[in-house]
T-cell receptor
Framework: ELKVEQNPLFLSMQEGKNYTIYCNYS?????LYWYRQDPGKSLESLFV?????AVKQEGRLMASLDTKARLSTLHITAAVHDLSATYFC?????????????FGKGTHLIIQP | NAGVTQTPKFRILKIGQSMTLQCTQD?????MYWYRQDPGMGLKLIYY???????DKGEVPNGYNVSRSTTEDFPLRLELAAPSQTSVYFC??????????FGQGTRLTVV
């Protein structure tokens, strides 16, 4: 059974600090997705990582993928309050790309002034 | 640009009742999905479709049914609602190997 594990599941941090969220998965997938969810809202795509060594950056967020280690990281630089949200990583459920995603439980991030 | 539209947004059902959650996308995506989200548990795949007329079970299909008669529409049917089906339901669509776009969700309570 495919497992996707995120840690930490809960993170409270101060504005201006840096931190990393980790996503480990148990399959040999070359693709990994990061989503953001605000309370009571839908999911918004952040990054699509399609190969080993992929690195993508958007503002204060940077995501990377190491398929050999089956690990993705989401790094937050100089956090600001607006980044408070729940962040999910997900991988292809069966590796084929068309069969849906398996999600981690999410990392609930609170950024305090 | 509507994207993925779900209706209704909220619904309260009594045990044993049935209902259909509607989902429509206007992005011409081949792939469509239904997920449920329970607190602290991430999202679980219920059913998915790779094109009109083709559907398949996901991780948690029991108690649900789907159909895909057109590219745009992918309704989810709940038969004989049970308290365990209280959840937030998300419909999503995508092309292959791209990010999925999610609807706004349907918050369902079964009492």
């Amino acid at each position: 059974e495919l497992k996707v594990e995120q840690n930490p599941l809960f993170l409270s941090m101060q504005e201006g600090k840096n931190y990393t969220i980790y996503c480990n998965y148990s399959t040999t997938s070359d693709r990994l997705y990061w989503y953001r969810q605000d309370p009571g809202k839908s999911l918004e795509s952040l990054f699509v990582l399609l190969s080993n060594g992929a690195v993508k950056q958007e503002g204060r967020l940077m995501a990377s993928l190491d398929t050999k280690a089956r690990l993705s990281t989401l790094h937050i630089t100089a956090a600001v309050h607006d980044l408070s949200a729940t962040y999910f990583c997900a991988v292809d459920r069966r590796g084929g790309g068309a069969d849906g995603l398996t999600f981690g439980k999410g990392t609930h991030l609170i950024i305090q002034p | 640009n509507a994207g993925v539209t779900q209706t209704p947004k909220f619904r309260i059902l009594k045990i044993g009742q049935s209902m259909t959650l509607q989902c429509t996308q206007d992005m011409n995506h081949n792939y469509m999905y239904w997920y449920r989200q329970d607190p602290g548990m991430g999202l679980k795949l219920i059913y998915y479709s790779v094109g009109a007329g083709i559907t398949d079970k996901g991780e948690v299909p029991n108690g649900y049914n789907v159909s895909r008669s057109t590219t745009e529409d992918f309704p989810l049917r709940l038969e004989l609602a049970a308290p365990s089906q209280t959840s937030v339901y998300f419909c999503a669509s995508s092309f292959l190997y791209t990010e999925a776009f999610f609807g706004q969700g349907t918050r369902l309570t079964v009492v």
